[in-house]
């Protein structure tokens, strides 16, 4: 059988593995593998089985979410594997990362085991489960994690509930790193936080709701930090949003400890100021926090301290966060927003294009050890098209997943995904 082979002419690359900052490249594609990135006039239409034109377009390696919650097994109410991936490749990312806190808790091989399988049946792109830290979350007994490696998983996590346990969390270091993978914290100290739905200052005095201090945040990552020292396993904080907790990483990175950290969307453009209209979309742990903190994390960004750009994209129906605030669940969803969210930041000239596109490629795929986030020769062809002069409506109709818990419903954004490539192969095209 002959190989099939696709050209993408014209467009602009962004290819931070190698370097390559939005040069005009036209790429080949032959069974599914990068062949050539060409510089234009040296390949045509001759030389491939279809051309796809790419004028005006940027072209990624397919983006890398490490954070998302994809609901199945358990709540799929909420979210499925079908429908968080669909959202996922609307939004340009060909690989995600799903954590542990599903219905059954994935803490054991066979959990992983349905993922993976659920995830080849009925997914859009792939996805990499993360194994729990601890059996059920509970925070004491350590799953089955060697089980859980040898089925897929690629990093542990009891994201949603933090390990308090500090010899517990050791041990599990310990075991990571004997599997080579990261441990992924989300660092905030349980009882200090309990009880807080917004963060803790000036606006949570004037709602009069009570506050979850940066502190908490804090005090886990500076633990996790010493951890790492003392284990040597590769740790990796979800989420932050503290600028304390950014000077801890950026010291712990300077010591040469294998730290990494990640960023949301939500983090890097809103501030708790939108929690001002009581609205439960704004309500997710850690919670929005301070202009400050917010500068702090996205210098971070910029200057790599952090290391990633991850959604934490979380799904919860109506029924969840309809009700009041106190009441109402933490979490948002973001995967299908994310790059165009992410490229105000861009346009205001906060973050590099190609600092950005490394968030969202090369640093997660390091992270989690993934042959991916690449465009090098021989890579698996995974790729998105964007347009970034396109506007669209993010709103109930465009919005792919199975909630509608977004801050940005109704927005008009500035740059959109126009398709999305796996293995040389069309997972998705924009208004079809
Ligand atoms: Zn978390």
């Known amino acids: 059988m002959s190989k099939r082979s696709i050209l993408i002419q014209g467009g602009k690359v962004f290819d931070p593995s190698q370097g390559i900052r939005g040069e005009e490249r036209d790429v080949l594609i032959v069974d599914g593998k990068i062949e050539t990135l ?7 239409s001759g030389n491939a089985d279809e051309t796809i034109l790419a004028q005006n377009q940027w072209v990624f390696p397919g983006l890398i979410d490490m954070h998302v919650h994809l609901r199945e097994p358990g709540l799929e109410y909420k979210e499925t594997i079908a429908s968080g991936t669909l959202a996922a490749v ?22 992983t085991a349905f993922i993976k399988a659920r995830a080849k049946e009925n997914g859009h792109c792939r996805v990499f489960p993360i ?70 200052g ?100 910029a200057d790599g301290t952090i290391d990633v750009i991850a959604t934490d994209h979380a799904p919860h129906a109506e029924v969840d966060k309809n009700q009041e605030f106190e009441k109402a669940p933490n979490g948002i969803i973001g995967i299908q927003t994310a790059l165009s969210k992410t490229f105000e930041l861009v346009q205001k000239e906060h973050l590099s294009p190609m600092r950005w596109i490394e968030s969202l490629t090369q640093k997660p795929a390091e992270i989690l ?11 698996a062809a995974d790729f998105a098209l964007f347009d970034p002069q396109a506007l669209w409506n993010y709103e109930e109709r465009t919005n792919l997943s199975k909630s509608l818990n977004s801050p940005h ?24």
């Not at 969390?169 to 989300?186: D, G, L, T």
């Not at 050890?369 to 890579?379: F, Q």
Request: net charge negative; charged share 20%.
């Open 369 to 379: 050890n993934l042959p991916h986030g690449s465009l090098k020769k021989g890579m």
């Open 131 to 200: 194994g729990a830290v601890t059996e059920g979350l509970n925070g004491e007994a350590l799953s089955e994690i060697g089980g859980m490696v040898e089925e897929g998983a690629v990093a542990i996590s009891d994201d949603g509930m933090p390990v308090m346990n500090s010899l517990v969390m050791r041990r599990a270091m310990e075991y990571a790193k004997n599997f080579q993978i990261p441990v992924i914290s989300h660092a905030e100290d349980y009882h200090l936080a309990q009880g807080g739905i917004i963060n803790e």
């Open 90 to 111: 609307a939004g340009g990312f060909t690989s995600v990362a799903c954590m542990a806190n599903t219905l059954p808790v994935n803490d054991t091989a066979i959990i």
């Open 202 to 301: 000036k606006m949570s005095l004037e709602l009069g709701l009570p506050g979850n201090p940066s502190a908490a945040e804090e005090i886990l990552v500076a633990r996790e930090i010493a951890l790492c020292r003392l284990t040597g396993c590769s740790v990796h904080i979800a989420h932050v949003s503290s600028k304390l907790a950014v000077d801890l990483i950026r010291r712990a990175k300077a010591e040469g400890l294998p730290i990494t950290a990640e960023v949301t969307p939500h983090h890097l453009i809103l501030t708790d100021a939108a929690v001002k209209g009581y609205n439960t979309y704004c309500k997710m742990a850690p919670p929005l926090r301070s202009e400050e903190d917010r500068m702090a994390v996205l210098e971070a960004l």
């Open 409 to 432: 419903l109704g927005e008009k954004l500035q740059g959109l995904v126009t398709s999305t490539w796996i293995e040389g192969r069309r997972v998705y095209e924009q208004g079809k």
């Open 38 to 44: 060409e510089i234009p006039g040296n390949l045509t």
